[in-house]
């Protein structure tokens, strides 16, 4: 099983950049897919973008982000990363990462836990 924290979030003004980085330990990173999800304000969480174990040679995005959100991971750092361009207000929510040996598990969100995540706030 892995351990995941996240970090990177922050307040960030309309428009503006901020990358995402989670970090994870206790086992074999390659091996698993990993997905990063948001909740925002007085929602259920969402998946905003996923990537495959190995190399990640295939990613899935929220309709809502492609084109302004990036999933990657680099495996030697046991990191995957969300870099989010040209922010808007309705990004703002709690984002959290979350990974599984299977890419369908990571597409529909079922885990059993999750960590704390990471505060995201767009606003001028």
């Known amino acids: 099983q892995v351990q995941l924290v996240e970090s990177g979030g922050g307040l960030v003004q309309p428009g503006g950049p901020l990358r995402l980085s989670c970090a994870a330990s206790g086992s074999i990173f390659s091996i698993y897919a990993m997905g990063w999800y948001r909740q925002p304000p007085g929602k259920q969480r969402e998946l905003v973008a996923a990537?495959?174990?190995?190399?990640?040679?295939?990613?899935n995005y929220a309709d809502s982000v492609k084109g302004r959100f990036t999933i990657s991971r680099d495996n030697a750092k046991n990191t995957v990363y969300l870099q989010m361009n040209s922010l808007k207000p309705e990004d703002t929510a709690v984002y959290y990462c979350n990974g599984h040996r299977s890419f369908s598990a990571v597409i529909h969100g079922v885990f059993g836990s999750w960590g704390q995540g990471t505060q995201v706030t767009v606003s001028s």
């Open positions: 990537i495959t174990s190995g190399g990640g040679g295939s990613t």
